[in-house]
């Protein structure tokens, strides 16, 4: 147990399908972001917030909308997905965005898109 | 980004030491270096972090020396249990806030 809990654990969703991810953390941490992990490759960093500030942005395309109400909550909302953007979803916090700093990741959401 | 530098995979039997080294030649003085391990369908879990000498915790022991272009991630009498991905990152030492950059990592089997 990390702290850091993500649901649903697997999502299955049409192309056309509306979801969304949901992340929850009571570390007290400042920092939360959205990874992805396509199957055998390396993780990729999608979003950044600081103090519920969207800090990064990595170049994700539109159809992935992520938000942060609160400082412990943390949201992707999907809408219009690919099939290749099947992947497992983490969620990871950390008290600051010091580069140093310990990330907590969930277990991750295992999306299919169809 | 100091890039970094391990081996795709490794076999180990159960009860042996097992050593993984990664190599970061272009580390900066600011960096740390940071260990992480993940399981299958999981998040990755923080195992260690240095910055030069040794470092031991109840998981394992990461070794660094004086020129620190290079780490060994220790993990004594593997089990069954050990057999995950291992990844080493180093941050970006001049930004402070840049995320680290998770690479492939080291596959770890442990054999029985």
């Known amino acids: 147990e990390t702290g850091v809990t993500q649901t649903p654990r697997h999502l299955v969703m049409g192309m056309t399908n509306k979801k969304s991810l949901k992340c929850e953390q009571h570390?007290?941490?400042?920092?939360m972001y959205w990874y992805k992990q396509s199957a055998k490759k390396p993780l990729e960093l999608m979003f950044v917030y600081s103090l519920e500030e969207r800090v990064e942005n990595n170049s994700v395309p539109s159809r992935f909308s992520p938000e942060c109400p609160n400082s412990s909550h943390l949201f992707l909302h999907l809408h219009t997905l690919q099939p290749e953007d099947s992947a497992l979803y983490l969620c990871?916090?950390?008290?600051?965005?010091?580069?140093?700093?310990?990330?907590?990741f969930g277990s991750g959401t295992q999306l299919s898109v169809l | 980004l100091a890039k970094t530098t391990q081996p795709i995979s490794m076999d180990s039997y159960e009860g042996q030491e097992v050593n993984i080294t990664c190599s970061h030649n272009?580390?900066?003085?600011?960096?740390?270096i940071t260990w992480y391990q993940q399981f299958p369908s999981q998040g990755p879990r923080f195992i260690i972090q240095?910055?030069?000498t040794k470092v031991t915790n109840e998981v394992a022991s990461l070794f660094i020396p004086a020129d620190r272009k290079s780490s060994t991630l220790s993990l004594p009498r593997v089990s069954l249990s050990d057999t995950a991905v291992y990844y080493c990152l180093v941050g970006d030492g001049d930004s402070g806030n840049t995320p680290l950059v998770f690479g492939k990592g080291t596959r770890l089997s442990v054999i029985a």
């Open positions: 990871a916090s950390s008290q600051t965005r010091w580069t140093n700093e310990k990330l907590f």
């Open positions: 570390l007290g941490h400042n920092a």
């Open positions: 240095g910055y030069k």
């Open positions: 272009n580390i900066a003085t600011n960096d740390y």
